[in-house]
């Protein structure tokens, strides 16, 4: 039975009919060689896709994978075409310090949104021992995909681990039908659950180990009856977790069915039972071999050709990695081979490349004789283009149609494509698509120092960064004549090794550079190309960590000036601190919203309280610049996990750069425990009465994540995107405030006091005008019918600036708070165009009065003030309560 249906999304993963393809496996070069890991790896992606196939009802299964091992591996593997490890799908690699051997996934976007990739180590692919842990492989990864495909989140919680239900402590679950005890880990006898300060007790809730419930995958999917996804019947919507905080109180399921990337296009028809076999290809990708492609036809005179050869020149000096290989082809109407592939093994190699960039343009513009040239240079070196890039640059449509977009596809080489200029052929982009390559525009003016960025961010890695170029600063600015312009840049302690100043002017004579080190050294002396108008400085030796200064002197007219530096990590044992960003989407028509994300790490720990701007900026000279938060509110899905983000809104139509500079001027960034999506530690099960107790999870303290790397400083760019907006129509949709996912309600005496973070007037964006705030004692009706709930005067509350904290104290209704009450609470914001925000997270509140059961363990408490709020806060229980309590009727207000 064939069923005909077809996804392909950014992350390169498509389904094809019932089957996923193009999966991508990708090991990092710190884990060893092992043939075992190749065949467990083989294995857990084998049993998934059976249990994936079981699941959705022998729907989808994995039917093509590949494995990319590190250059270092010395067995007999095929050669890649344009898989490369960043584009990994799955990561395998050592342990890091914040998530040890946890399998995570590592999400950026809201509810439907595909995570970026599942993270695994070797421990946990081959060692036995963490099956009793986390469940099979096979089923852990089916959980991790449904993160990883579907954009949908955990439904326990180990900060919010239980919440109250008609008077009873129940564990964060779904379904309600999965079984348990609560039990102390220490003593093993039957306990009631505290959360003292957002830190668990030794109180947890202990599975039982048989168990007849079927859902859900997203709790545990170590219980062996479990085989579904929690639907729309079964879900529990009252539950505190990421799954009902982040999606609206819907199902998993749901999700999948509607908001996922495979919505339209999970086929409706099944198959016979058993699944189909994935297929297994085993690749490595050789040393980096790159061809220039570089446009010298007419329309390149002036400033373009300069700036052409100033940006391939810091590519080629700074760049390329050693032991790569680089060529340089020149086309107009014809193409020419520049230089022949050369072996980056020393300076003088690296310099004699880029003195010989191309300096005289004539000529109009055939871009597909350049393409053909290109391969024809890479596949000289062992007559295969495949696994290997093309840099294509050009200012201009091609003089004939471009009918070679199949051939640069068919070829197996990834060719990155960049626009220069306004008019460059809309083609080049689809080019770039297919074969797996980025594409970039980058502005006409020095100012604006695009190109340089471009070429400084072409870097290739097999996930080892400490072989990689950081680009700490790049600026650009205008100085008058005579004029002086000075600036610090940082050196921090990850970085420092093959550190270098590039300077670029636009007039003759050059500026007068002066460069000082932390301590105070200043005879440092640059090298001049006089035919790129740059100067360049060689910081020798590793560079002094601390601020570095420099002033630049204009010796001439006013003209715009550009400065950049880069650096690599200061030893093979040092990861240096790197970020990378991106638009949630290549393209938009303006009806929705894009999201810009920066993510920023050492080595996979979160490196939070950065400072991170955003800059973007048309081809039209529209300009808008952007701090981008990690508060866990508006574009940002999770706070302090090191990804920054903030939605943009304000679009016009053109093509646009993305530039984000990330500073740590007083030195307040430190690691973050924040963790991502991931499967759920076991910490035991009961077994006939009796708890069975698994080893503890490694725990880290804050102590150790202490970000201890000085003032630093980053700049990177984002792959270019567009912005098509119909004819006739200026700017972007105006859109509303965005959701509030942070929600957060106590009980204070008989008052309750509301918090959240305050959304924009459009977005993020701005100040809202008014808030609606409202409750109910169904959660469901709250969710379905907001309007027709109870209402609370928030009259005087005038909405802050977007990010800022909001509060609001008030007393129900009289009569409301009795005892056994439970109530849920949920606001709108609206903008002065009566644009409404969607209904936030569902916030709750409890009011007992008498006696509480915990289930399984018998235990009652006495006047009780519970609050399930979105952020675990202080909490405290009587356990055992005497008859002298009893009598005297104490009180204790608990918060969960």
Known sequence: MLCLSESEFACGIRLDGNGYTDILIAINPAVTEDPLLLERIKEMVSDASSYLFQVMNNKLYFKDVTIIVPPNWTGNYSRTNTETYEKGNIIIDEPNLSDGNNPYTLQYGKCGTEGRYIHLTPDFLIGDKLIKFYGPRGRVLVHEWAHLRWGVYDEYDERKPFYTDDGKLEATRCSKDITGEWRSITSELTCTPTNINGKQSDCYFFLHESQTAKASIMYSQSIDSVVEFCNKKNHNTKAPNMQNRMCGGRSVEEVIFSSSVDSQYIPSCSLPSPSPEPTFSVVKRQQRVVCLVLDISGSMTGPRIVRQRQAASLFLKQIIEDQSYAGIVTFQSIASVLQPLTLIDNLETREKLADSLPTNPGGGTQICVGLFKGLEVLKTLDGFSNGKEIIFLTDGQSNSPIDCVNNAKESGATVHTISLGPSGDPLMREMSEKTGGRFFYAGDTLNSNDLVDVFASLTTSDGDLTQQTIQLESLGFTVSGSGLFSGTVSIDKTIGNNTAFLILYEQKPPPTILVESPSGKTNYTFKPDPQGNSLTLNIPGT??????????????????????????????DVPPVTVKTHMDQQSSNGTKPMVVFAEVSQNGLPVILADVKATLESDAGDKQELDLLDNGAGADSFRND??????????????????????????KARFSLRRHSGAMYIPGYVVDGKVELNPSKPSVGEEDLVADVGIFSRTAIGE????????????????????????????????????????????????????????????????????????????????????????????????????????????????????????SNLAQITKVIGYIESPGIGVYMIAIYISIAVVAIAVGLIVGVTMTALKHKQSLQITV
Not at 754 to 763: C, H, K, V
């Open 543 to 572: 560079a002094e960590t601390g601020t570095w200064t420099f002033n630049i002197t204009n010796n001439g007219q006013a003209q715009t000036m550009s400065i950049t530096v880069t650096s690599r990590a200061v030893s093979v």
């Open 642 to 667: 090191g990804i920054y983000s903030r939605y943009f809104t304000q679009m016009k139509g053109g093509k646009y750069n993305l530039k984000v500079r990330v500073q740590n001027g007083y030195g």
């Open 720 to 839: 270019s995107f567009t912005v098509n907006l119909p004819p006739g129509v200026p700017t972007a949709t105006k859109f509303p405030p965005n959701t509030i996912t942070d929600l957060n309600a106590e009980l204070v005496k008989d008052r309750v006091l509301l918090t959240w973070t305050a959304p924009g007037e459009d977005l993020d964006q701005g100040t809202a005008s008014e808030y609606e705030i409202r409750y109910s004692e169904d959660a469901d009706v709250l969710r379905s019918n907001f309007s027709n709930t109870h209402l609370i005067n928030s009259s005087n509350l005038l909405p802050s600036e977007s990010g800022s904290s909001e509060q609001l104290s008030f007393t129900p209704t009289s009569g409301t708070m009795t005892n056994g009450t439970t109530l849920f609470f949920a606001v709108k914001a609206i903008d002065k165009d009566m644009l409404s925000s969607e209904t």
